[in-house]
């Protein structure tokens, strides 16, 4: 199987090795309609979603409103609409920090060892020594409540997980033949990571991202809840839901319902999108 | 065995002492100066900054003042909340118990709910009832726990009425009882005043299955795959043709096994637990450490939010070195060289 794989040209090996699952057709649909209505949000709505209109404050879930209206008579609906923007902002930018910082560092531990090897890793300990909700809340407060640093908060936090699933796949995929090849033609460190080894951890790497933007997500929403992410009137879920949070004891639940359903349903389709990739890329778990 | 011990101690304290840098980093980040900060940036006289920096050991280089910090929490002392005026330590063990109560709670529901569950998504591999538990703890895993306890008052206290309001650990005009353990529950029973017991069990069981809810997911599918994982082993192949009842091999022999390691993720679970309930504690006003904390971010008094930032990290790494040495003791396979 292996010699085989090794034979063919990689777009071929790499296509053949994809299967279609139903984790992944539905998760990635999910996700899509979300992307659409992040994207098409003023098409889908004729209401603007910061205007106040207190005389239509509090309206039950209706024809004319379909999620109801809030405290200052801003339909629901439209900023569950406007609020995919932010959170998939959220999601993808921290998600791409943390990628983006952890790759390389695990990266570097695994292929020099040594070190490298026990500062990098831990220091990533370190990071993994807090409860992460908790590393992210502190971080967020410290340093100071906006949705930049919430960004930055939530992908600080994530950096770790990124280190580690590099590391251990560098290790790995250092030892393979075709990486000692290229060290024996007397390839430098910096192409033997960037053209040997990135593209066989790669997989791991996006799988992990995928799930780990519903995580990224839940966090943020966490964040944006006790007030420490997305300020108002920025239609952020997680801000909605503690906006609203004073009116679900009173009996209108539509202000904080609806969007914590729009939280359940973009992270069911992120770790779906996850599930799915890990069972199409990964050929040990078939 | 006991190098194994040894050795995992020597780790955890030097885990702690890297917490601690942590915490230093974070406390070395609050934004604004101290000084300002203390007099709520009202205007103060040279003399008096001068002799606060040099009471607080700000006049000293970075090194020094770690190790001063780091003496100082070695000591139980992590300053003084800005908030409630008493040491942070204090209110922090105080209010410690509350979330302990709470999240044993979460987690025994988890189970009872949790395992039998597993065990039927085992035993039905791809079946209707497998199906569905799988799209239950899909969803399940996707629900922000601070939105699920929000949606739990409404449908089961306001509608329906079933939960008391969401106002702590006891209805108002419950008196306290007498504090032996710190958990109310069992406090009322031993003094025998079954009132504050159903009370405390009452406003417990919202917060509880907020907190509860994010863990079944994980207990059934650690259980369901390891259910699976021992059928499909020798022993019992072997249990059933030498005419064992499938409930004798599948409850006595498989479950038992199939037990140790969803045991092991739940109680890794607990410490992540302790961080993640902050947010459900908020949403019931449940007094612990996780709304201590809140408060704390709300009213700026950062060594609070530190402070509890550190015990938590402590705790955490206290849970996984018990975690870690139970294994060892129970598992005789397990082999630390």
Redesign the interface.
């Known amino acids: 199987m292996r010699s085989e794989a090794a034979a063919v040209p990689v777009p071929l090996a790499a296509r053949r090795r994809f299967k279609w699952n139903s984790s992944l057709v539905i998760g990635g649909a999910i996700v899509l309609l979300m992307v659409f209505a992040a994207v098409f949000a003023p098409l889908l709505t004729p209401y603007d979603p910061i205007k106040l209109d207190i005389r239509g404050r509090f309206q039950a879930p209706s024809t004319i409103h379909w999620f109801g209206t809030d405290q200052y008579g801003r339909d629901v609906f439209t900023r569950v609409l406007y609020g995919a923007r932010y959170d998939l902002l959220i999601a993808v930018l921290a998600v791409a920090l943390a990628a983006g910082v952890g790759t390389p560092l695990g990266m570097l531990a695994g292929y020099f060892r040594g070190w490298t090897d026990v500062v990098i890793m831990?220091v990533m300990?370190?990071l993994l020594?807090?409860?992460?909700?908790?590393?992210a809340?502190?971080?967020a407060?410290?340093?100071?409540p906006s949705l930049n640093n919430a960004i930055l908060a939530v992908a600080i936090v994530g950096i770790a997980g990124y280190a580690r699933i590099a590391y251990g796949a560098t290790m790995a995929a250092s030892t393979e033949v075709y990486v000692e090849a290229a060290r024996a033609l007397g390839a430098p460190h910096h192409r033997l990571l960037l053209t040997a080894i990135l593209p066989a951890i790669l997989a791991p790497i996006v799988i992990r991202g995928t799930l780990g933007m519903?995580f990224t997500i839940?966090l943020a929403?966490?964040l944006g809840?006790?007030?420490?992410g997305a300020q108002p009137p920025t239609p952020e879920w997680?801000a909605m839901?503690n906006e609203g949070?004073n009116q679900?004891?009173l009996?209108r639940?539509w202000t904080?319902?609806f969007p914590?359903l729009a939280?359940?349903?973009?992270?069911?389709g992120f770790?779906?999108l996850g599930d799915g990739l890990r069972d199409a890329l990964d050929p040990r778990t078939r | 065995m006991i190098p194994y011990v040894l050795r995992r101690l020597v780790a955890v304290a030097v885990l702690v002492v890297g917490i601690s840098l942590v915490t230093f980093a974070l406390v070395r980040m609050v934004p604004g100066d101290p000084v300002a900060l203390y007099y709520g940036g009202m205007p103060v006289s040279a003399d008096i900054e001068q002799a606060l920096r040099r009471q607080w050991g700000l006049d000293q280089p970075l090194p020094v003042q770690y190790l001063r910090y780091l003496g100082g929490v070695l000591r139980g002392n992590l300053g003084v909340s800005l908030a409630t005026g008493r040491p942070i330590l204090d209110d922090l063990v105080r209010r410690f118990p509350a979330t302990v109560e709470l999240t044993l709670a979460g987690v025994l529901l988890a189970l009872v709910v949790g395992l039998p569950l597993g065990v039927l998504a085992a035993l039905h591999r791809n079946g209707p009832v497998d199906h569905l538990l799988r799209i239950g703890s899909l969803v399940s895993l996707g629900m922000p726990n601070f939105w699920l306890g929000l949606v739990l008052i409404f449908v089961f206290g306001y509608q329906l009425g079933w939960f008391p309001p969401a106002e702590g650990r006891l209805a108002a005009g419950v008196p306290i009882p007498g504090r032996v353990t710190g958990f109310y529950t069992v406090d009322s029973l031993l003094a025998g005043n079954l009132v504050a017991f159903r009370s405390a069990l009452a406003q417990m069981m919202a917060p509880a299955i907020t907190v509860a809810m994010g863990l079944v997911a994980v207990v059934i599918r650690m259980l369901r795959a390891g259910m699976l994982e021992e059928l499909g082993k020798d022993y019992v192949r072997t249990g059933r043709s030498k005419g064992l009842t499938p409930r004798a091999v599948y409850y006595k022999h498989a479950l038992r096994n199939a037990i140790i390691p969803t045991i092991t993720v739940v109680s890794i679970q607990i410490g992540y637990l302790l961080g993640g309930n902050v947010l459900v504690e908020a949403v019931f006003a449940w007094p612990g450490v996780g709304l201590y904390y809140i408060n704390a971010i709300n009213a700026l008094d950062y060594n609070a939010v530190i402070g509890a930032t550190l015990l938590i990290a402590v705790v955490f790494a206290l849970i996984n070195l018990g975690v870690d040495i139970l294994n060892a003791f129970i598992d005789p396979r397990i082999h630390y060289a």
């Open positions: 831990r300990d370190l020594a807090f409860p992460n909700i908790l590393l809340m502190t971080l407060a410290v340093l100071g519903g839940l929403a966490g809840f006790i007030g420490l997680g839901i949070r679900v004891i009996g639940w904080s319902v914590g939280i359940v349903s973009l992270v069911t770790n779906l």
